[in-house]
């Protein structure tokens, strides 16, 4: 017999060893806990925000039943008898259940497979592995999860990891096509299986089970029940709305402001340009190598006074040969492997500082403080956030708060918070910094997440789309990517340059438009790291990758779509506010605005940018037309032809290569 106590709005049931409590967590939203210790860990939140006691959630008995329920606005969970859970909406509609299949359930569908919905094995000497199993509906469509390099927007089938990588944002948030939004609170290493039979969540090892639930009408809703309890991003700055410049890499002071200075000749704004890395002195000192940037407080006026900002990159590795290594690890403020060696040697002998750690997030961003934001500084490129290290074996990585293989995921959220952190003590109110990896919540930092190191062809183009949706239906509504792609591409070859102008059409309508990659050849040589004259280790630095760099032809088209995101300012401004205010994307699937239409559902290959223009980018070599499905409800007019088409229908946009396909919602006071 369960033993069931209620109590200020909450439900705790237990039956042997297994504990469950439910309580009220946000808006028509619900968490879930479950142990088998000794008691229920209710100090960690995870990704969410602390509550206050919410007033209103109602637990009542069904005693013919045998089941209780607890009911919070719009959502309701019920616990049958044999202790299956299962949620529903305000209207009685089923939204999920667990996965049960064994000879209890008598009532409803008995099988002798002896499959229990939450599992929580023991692992031998340690804590638990979870595992969880919830129903898989045929009609469900699934979206969310944060960024892959995969093309599926809807995940319905796939098996993902969840993992951070280079490239790839293990953001564990799901919206479902049947209503709801469910978050697995949970930062431990695994996987997730959207199967067609069922819906599997594992953590490879944990303490508990915990996950969040919430219900809504709409998309639209439920992202504003999630960003609530997760957190909102500040309001971005007037001053970075518009186009970025960045390279691999610039080496010094002269060459970045001779690049800055062309752009203010040629009449092209220019809101921030970007220091890549290997500009400080050793990995882990988080401070300008005065022989390349001899004077930074005089180089940042002169770029103000352009109206440019500048971005400098850091990155979490620590040389131990660095200033800053013993201190870091005297307080315990590096990552430490359970066996054998975590030290890299990409350009020095290297670990990364535990960002997980408090005192160590305090000394990294004093020192960045000191060396960056008090010359004048204010946007951090946060890059290896995932961390990187040589193996990618975070199970083997012991930090501050536990086991990589129970937190190893949660490294980007501290990592971007000790600079929010930092940052808003120091009197900024919007802070944003630019970040490799991300994981839910750490918008509410200020994380601008961009697709890492991707490569440059047409399949990762297309992927860049999915993978920004992805992580906006996510919670992360400020995302980007390298236009034209990081790796491979070369300036020099006119094939790259078709895809490198759809590339940057499609960054024109991007959160953040900003320029950036490798670029081949490299420069002295086609070597990356050489030798100079000294002796000493280099790193080299790209091939030319500006807006001129690209023949004429193209810098018109660049400055084209440059001057058209200037233009858009006011729009772009007003669809920060609702990412602000109320949690909403910045690109939009087409359902998030038209669920009431089927066929948006299905559409992948486009996108709104804000409430009022679809976009529609090309993505495959040599197309000059592309068909593209305008939502039912609305008037469309095609930009660049002035055409009007009634929604709930394809259409064929021509799309020479000037030509971004754009359609605006009639009655929006858009003028493009």
């Known amino acids: 017999m369960a033993i069931i106590e209620t109590g200020n709005g909450k439900l705790y049931w237990q039956q042997g060893r297994e504990k469950m409590l439910i309580e009220p967590w946000g808006r028509h939203s619900l968490r879930v806990r479950v142990s088998r210790n000794s008691c229920i860990d209710q100090a960690e939140n995870w990704a969410l925000l602390p509550q206050e006691e919410q007033a209103g959630a109602v637990v009542s008995r069904d005693e013919a039943q045998g089941s209780v329920s607890i009911q919070n606005g719009n959502i309701r969970a019920t616990i049958d008898r044999h202790g299956y859970l299962a949620f529903y909406n305000q209207d009685g509609k089923e939204l999920l259940r667990e996965y049960w299949r064994n000879r209890n359930d008598l009532s409803e569908y008995c099988v002798p497979l002896n499959y229990n919905a939450r599992q929580l094995k023991p692992i031998i000497g340690g804590d638990w592995k979870l595992t969880a199993y919830f129903e898989a509906y045929d009609?469900?469509?699934?979206?969310?999860?944060?960024?892959?390099?995969?093309?599926?927007?809807?995940?319905?089938?796939?098996?993902?990891?969840?993992?951070?990588?280079?490239?790839?944002?293990?953001?564990?948030?799901?919206?479902?096509?049947?209503?709801?939004?469910?978050?697995?609170?949970?930062?431990?290493?695994?996987?997730?299986t959207l199967g067609l039979n069922r819906t599997e969540w594992v953590a490879d090892s944990t303490k508990q089970l915990d996950y969040w639930i919430t219900a809504g009408d709409t998309p639209?809703?439920?992202?504003?029940?999630?960003?609530?309890?997760?957190?909102?991003?500040?309001?971005?700055?007037?001053?970075?709305?518009?186009?970025?410049?960045?390279?691999?890499?610039?080496?010094?002071?002269e060459e970045l402001l001779a690049v800055a200075r062309k752009y203010k000749e040629l009449g092209v704004p220019l809101d921030v340009i970007v220091i890549d890395f290997f500009h400080w002195t050793k990995q882990g000192e988080w401070k300008f190598d005065p022989a390349c940037w001899p004077d930074p407080e005089a180089m940042i006026r002169e770029l103000n006074q352009m109206g440019t900002k500048l971005m400098v990159s850091v990155w979490p590795t620590v040389d131990i040969a660095s200033e800053n290594h013993a201190e870091l690890a005297q307080m315990g403020g590096l990552i430490q492997p359970d066996h054998g060696n975590l030290y890299g040697t990409f350009m020095g002998y290297t670990t990364?500082?535990?960002s997980t750690h408090p005192q160590a997030r305090e000394l990294v961003w004093n020192r960045s403080k000191q060396n960056y934001f008090d010359k004048g500084v204010d946007l951090f490129w946060l890059d290896?956030?995932?961390?990187?290290?040589?193996?990618?074996?975070?199970?083997?990585?012991?930090?501050?708060?536990?086991?990589?293989?129970?937190?190893?995921?949660?490294?980007?959220?501290?990592?971007?918070?000790?600079?929010?952190?930092?940052?808003?003590q120091a009197g900024m109110d919007k802070v944003i910094n630019l970040v490799r990896c991300a994981w839910a919540g750490s918008q509410r930092f200020g994380a601008l997440l961009w697709s890492g190191d991707v490569y440059s062809c047409w399949r990762t183009l297309r992927e860049q789309l999915c993978a920004g949706l992805s992580a906006s239906v996510s919670g992360i509504p400020w995302w980007t990517c390298d236009i034209g792609g990081f790796l491979a591409g070369r300036t020099d070859d006119p094939?790259?340059?078709?895809?490198?102008?759809?590339?940057?059409?499609?960054?024109?309508?991007?959160?953040?438009?900003?320029?950036?990659?490798?670029?081949?050849?490299?420069?002295?040589?086609?070597?990356?790291?050489?030798?100079?004259?000294?002796?000493?280790?280099?790193?080299?630095?790209?091939?030319?990758?500006?807006?001129?760099?690209?023949?004429?032809?193209?810098?018109?088209?660049?400055?084209?779509?440059?001057?058209?995101?200037?233009?858009?300012?006011?729009?772009?401004?007003?669809?920060?506010?609702?990412?602000?205010?109320?949690?909403?994307?910045?690109?939009?699937?087409?359902?998030?605005?038209?669920?009431?239409?089927?066929?948006?559902?299905?559409?992948?290959?486009?996108?709104?940018?804000?409430?009022?223009?679809?976009?529609?980018?090309?993505?495959?070599?040599?197309?000059?037309?592309?068909?593209v499905y305008l939502p039912q409800g609305e008037t469309w007019r095609e930009v660049a032809t002035g055409k009007r088409f009634e929604g709930g229908q394809w259409v064929q946009a021509e799309a020479p290569l000037e030509v971004i396909p754009l359609f605006v919602r009639e009655g929006s006071q858009v003028e493009l």
Not at 584 to 609: N, T
Request: hydrophobic share 35%.
């Open 139 to 192: 009609d469900e469509r699934l979206y969310g999860l944060g960024q892959y390099q995969e093309k599926q927007l809807n995940r319905k089938g796939l098996t993902l990891e969840l993992a951070q990588r280079n490239s790839q944002a293990s953001i564990p948030f799901l919206l479902s096509s049947r209503g709801y939004g469910f978050l697995w609170n949970n930062p431990a290493l695994g996987r997730v």
């Open 220 to 253: 639209a809703q439920i992202e504003e029940n999630y960003s609530a309890v997760t957190g909102r991003v500040p309001m971005m700055r007037d001053d970075v709305m518009g186009f970025w410049q960045c390279k691999l890499r610039y080496r010094n002071q």
């Open 352 to 354: 990364y500082f535990d």
């Open 384 to 424: 290896e956030a995932e961390p990187e290290t040589a193996a990618n074996d975070m199970e083997n990585v012991r930090f501050h708060i536990g086991p990589g293989a129970q937190v190893a995921n949660i490294y980007p959220f501290f990592y971007t918070k000790a600079y929010y952190d930092g940052m808003t």
């Open 495 to 627: 094939k790259f340059h078709e895809l490198f102008i759809r590339w940057f059409e499609l960054g024109a309508f991007l959160p953040v438009f900003r320029l950036h990659g490798e670029r081949l050849p490299h420069w002295p040589n086609e070597s990356m790291v050489y030798k100079a004259p000294n002796g000493d280790l280099q790193f080299g630095t790209g091939a030319d990758n500006e807006i001129w760099s690209y023949g004429e032809k193209n810098l018109e088209i660049c400055k084209k779509y440059i001057f058209l995101r200037d233009q858009l300012r006011p729009y772009v401004k007003k669809t920060m506010e609702q990412a602000h205010e109320q949690g909403a994307p910045v690109m939009r699937p087409l359902f998030y605005a038209y669920p009431q239409d089927a066929k948006a559902w299905e559409v992948e290959d486009s996108y709104l940018f804000g409430d009022d223009i679809l976009v529609a980018p090309v993505m495959e070599e040599g197309a000059v037309q592309r068909p």
